[in-house]
């Protein structure tokens, strides 16, 4: 008799293994196992997988979980969201686990909480405040990704990974001016070799964002050799994904093909044939490429960076402040900036507004706030941004492409899952509520964009490979038991751009290093999420 301290019966197991490669007879298309979903137990002890396969009626289990006509699958992994502030809060982490997200990597779009001293945590803080939010008190006097990795070690239910943001460590050495790192650069170099030593999992850029776009290239590439020389990716927000053609993409492409550093592509999205032609022109060049797509048209960022030129916003929030209340800066970006813009703005829909006056226009869009406040947009703008010291966040139509577009992004070999989630504001982009449901419910069972291997791999074992996330991603023997129990009949998104902050249906049960977090759709409020370090195995 085989005792065990979960088991879960009658389910069938989806392990999230590559759908593509070779199982044992050479085919392909099998998960990699040459068997494809099938009826299969799982028996878990010390927070690890140790059984799976058909187990008989003689086990014996402290908690028996019977899955009868229910997918079981390994926890999901979302590669991009922007939870640094905010994991501790159960709202956040019922969102993900109602989604089957058991880990996340965060520091993304070169900003976040460290490396930095108070002052740049603070920088970081105010400038990202529609972003990122509020830092804990433990992180918000400065701190090592060491430190900040140590403060979500078990203290949520959701696993942590983290990516050293450029921006945050060109802001720590040169502040958020417009200037070239020069002889600094070798600062930069030794905050970037800390972080991946203190357990990162890879370096991120904001390249549209405060200090990020002040980054040349020779910059760049001098930081993407630090990460290749560990083997882990450089994930970036490009320069630019203008027209959803991505140009910013020939500046990945070439940090890649100079650094041999992996990159990753952030929320790639917009026309699906000239983004598919960039990747393959990695391809050609020997440059080992992957993106990130979360399954929505409408992305969602700080308004200042769609609605400001990068001048404008140079040396932070102060200094643009005074520039906006400067009749001269005002008349000129009406005349020369702002008829470059309002036509993508004019639909945005405001998610996040910080400051009093126009706190009224959340879930407004940027043409129905004119109307109602009967200011132009190019007024309304700047005493909106005044008003809220530049903290509003704004939902916004992608640059180019439909849902065909995003549906053929999805379908390409080198996509992993992100929700890209922000979950500040009071009328927040519904992804971070949805995006893994919509994933499983709507582009799985209803549109058949991927089998349920393939979304398996896609959402858990191709995120996990990518970002070294040791012994997760699978449902294997020896892997950790992060574990999601998906009703395939069911599970779906409800959160819409109305109503953003409903909960997914169809995952009720979840389990994060063999322990129950999420039963019966309730969190049970075990902490057993852990820092994945860069190396470690995983615990």
């Keep these: 008799m085989s005792g065990y301290d979960i088991l879960l019966t009658g389910g069938t197991v989806v392990d999230g293994t590559d759908p593509g490669s070779p199982g044992p007879n050479g085919s392909a298309g099998d998960g990699g196992t040459g068997v494809g979903p099938r009826r299969a137990d799982v028996g878990i002890r010390d927070g690890r997988i140790v059984a799976v396969g058909d187990l008989g009626a003689d086990v014996s289990a402290r908690t028996v979980l019977d899955v009868t006509g229910r997918y079981v699958l390994p926890g999901f992994v979302d590669s991009h969201v922007h939870a640094d502030a905010v994991l501790t809060r159960p709202d956040v ?3 993900m686990l109602r989604q089957g997200v058991t880990s996340v990597v965060l520091g993304q779009d070169g900003l976040s909480f460290a490396p930095g001293s108070a002052e740049t945590v603070a920088y970081v803080a105010r400038y990202f405040a529609a972003v990122d939010g509020t830092p804990p008190p433990e992180l918000a006097a400065g701190c090592t990704v060491a430190q900040l990795l140590d403060f979500y070690d078990r203290r949520t239910p959701v696993n942590v990974s983290y990516l050293v943001p450029l921006g945050t460590v060109r802001h720590e050495v040169l502040g958020p001016d417009d200037h070239p790192a020069g002889d600094r650069l070798p600062e930069l170099v030794r905050l970037v070799e800390q972080g991946l030593d203190e357990g990162a999992v890879g370096v991120s850029t904001g390249l549209e964002y405060v200090p990020g776009v002040f980054a040349d290239f020779d910059e760049l590439a001098t930081l993407c050799r630090v990460a290749a020389a560990v083997g882990v ?14 140009p910013g993409m020939v500046e990945a492409r070439d940090l890649g093909r100079t650094t041999g550093v992996p990159i990753h592509v952030s929320h790639l999205r917009g026309r699906a044939e000239p983004l598919l032609a960039h990747l393959a022109d990695c391809a050609a060049d020997g440059v ?8 929505h048209i409408y992305g969602n960022t700080i308004l200042a960076m769609k609605a400001l030129p990068p001048q404008v916003q140079a040396g932070g929030v102060e200094a643009t402040l005074r520039r906006l209340a400067d009749p001269a800066v005002r008349a000129e970006l009406r005349a020369n900036w702002f008829p470059r813009v309002s036509t993508d703005l004019a639909p945005a829909i405001l998610g996040y507004v910080a400051g009093r006056t126009f706190r009224w226009a959340e879930g407004r869009t940027l043409a129905q706030a004119c109307a109602e406040s009967g200011l132009d947009l190019p007024d309304l703008l700047c005493d909106l941004l005044l008003d809220s010291d530049l903290a509003v966040g704004a939902i916004i139509p992608a640059p180019g492409g439909d ?15 992100c929700s890209d989630a922000i979950y500040l504001g009071g009328h927040p982009h519904p992804r971070g509520w949805g995006a893994f449901a919509r994933f499983l419910g709507h582009h799985t069972r209803e549109l058949g964009d991927w089998t349920w291997p393939q979304a398996a791999w896609h959402l858990a074992g191709h995120p996990a490979r990518r970002f070294q996330l040791t012994d997760r991603g699978r449902l294997a023997e020896g892997a950790v038991a992060d574990v999601v129990v998906v009703d395939p009949e069911r599970v779906g998104d409800r959160a819409t751009y109305d109503h953003p902050r409903q909960l997914a249906d169809g995952v009720d049960d979840v389990l994060v290093a063999g322990e129950l977090v999420l039963t019966g759709g309730e969190l049970t409020g075990a902490t057993p999420g852990r820092a994945l370090r ?3 195995a995983g615990r």
């Design 93 to 95: 982490q019922e969102a």
């Design 233 to 246: 990716p450089y994930v970036s927000h490009l320069r630019s994904y203008d027209g959803g053609h991505a």
């Design 288 to 295: 080992d490429a992957t993106f990130d797509v979360y399954p």
């Design 403 to 417: 849902e065909s577009d995003l549906r053929a992004m999805l379908r390409d070999d080198r996509h992993v899952g």
């Design 534 to 536: 860069r190396g470690e």
